[in-house]
Nanobody
Framework: HVQLVESGGGSVQAGGSLRLSCAASGSAFSGLCLGWWRQAPGSEREWVGTVFMNGPSIRAKNLKGRFTISRDDAQNTAYLQMDALEPGDTAMYYC???????????????????WGQGTQVTVS
């Protein structure tokens, strides 16, 4: 079993930046595929991006210029760096994980087995 805890959310002005963290425990972190998702009230869960085993990552096309996903296996942590934040980025942000061998398709929520409780990001 994998437990995930997100942190780093908060309220920021438009144009600001935040770095979200996803700390994992309960399993070998280096073997995990980690996805970032977000969900605003009344909206469906939206895929932000995924970082794969050994570091390669992909992002939703509309976020490639502003969001960066990375991981630090020594710290058992994945990161979501968010720059040039916009009001439309306001949402609950979730970290999700699955074993690398099962990380396909990465843009589907059903791909991921483990989910954190989320961290709120509010952009005004």
């Amino acid at each position: 079993h994998v437990q995930l805890v997100e942190s780093g959310g908060g309220s920021v002005q438009a144009g600001g930046s935040l770095r979200l963290s996803c700390a994992a425990s309960g399993s070998a972190f280096s073997g995990l595929c980690l996805g970032w998702w977000r969900q605003a009230p009344g909206s469906e869960r939206e895929w932000v991006g995924t970082v794969f085993m050994n570091g390669p990552s992909i992002r939703a096309k509309n976020l490639k210029g502003r969001f960066t996903i990375s991981r630090d296996d020594a710290q058992n942590t994945a990161y979501l760096q968010m720059d040039a934040l916009e009001p439309g980025d306001t949402a609950m942000y979730y970290c999700a994980a699955v074993r690398q061998r099962g990380c396909s398709p990465p843009e589907l929520w059903s791909t991921y087995r483990y989910w954190g409780q989320g961290t709120q990001v509010t952009v005004s």
